[in-house]
């Protein structure tokens, strides 16, 4: 099994930016963690991030066109803005699953849309940083 874990705009700062919103593990904390449950399951994980939305697009047909079995898809901001990313979802057979470490539906008003959500087979949102170990669980079918 491989699952592809992207990361969007603004996540590379994990830990560092708001902390009071996002915690203080970074990207690279979520990633050790991910890849030791993906060891254990025998997974190929990869893990991605980029601030360019076109960079999430082409990862995202390259997941269909090299043989992913899930994507964990945490799209930050492009959540509520990108109809490019919601069709690139939409054009691909790879199940996706939106993350997000907030809670968007308590945030600001702009934030409790997602255009992608109605594309993704599932959205966690609210539980942290545990949300990408839960999607991945979803995908090993350990859940």
């Known amino acids: 099994m491989k699952i592809l874990v992207l990361n969007g705009p603004n996540l590379n700062r994990l830990g560092k930016r708001e902390p009071e919103i996002y915690g203080s593990e970074t990207l690279d904390d979520i990633k050790e963690r991910l890849q030791k449950l993906s060891d254990e399951f025998n997974v190929i994980l990869d893990f991605k991030q980029s601030n360019h939305e076109g960079v999430l697009i082409d ?9 992913v079995d ?28 939106e993350v997000h470490i907030s809670n968007i539906h308590k945030r600001e008003s702009f934030r409790h849309t997602s255009l992608l959500a109605a594309e993704c087979v599932g959205q966690i949102c609210g539980l942290g940083t545990l949300g990408y170990d839960l999607a991945l669980r979803k995908f090993i079918g350990n859940e």
């Open 59 to 67: 990862w995202i047909h390259e997941a269909e066109d090299t043989g």
């Open 70 to 97: 899930g994507i964990v898809f945490n799209p930050g901001a492009y959540t509520h803005t990108s109809i490019a990313i919601r069709d690139a979802i939409a054009g691909v057979q790879v199940p996706v699953i």
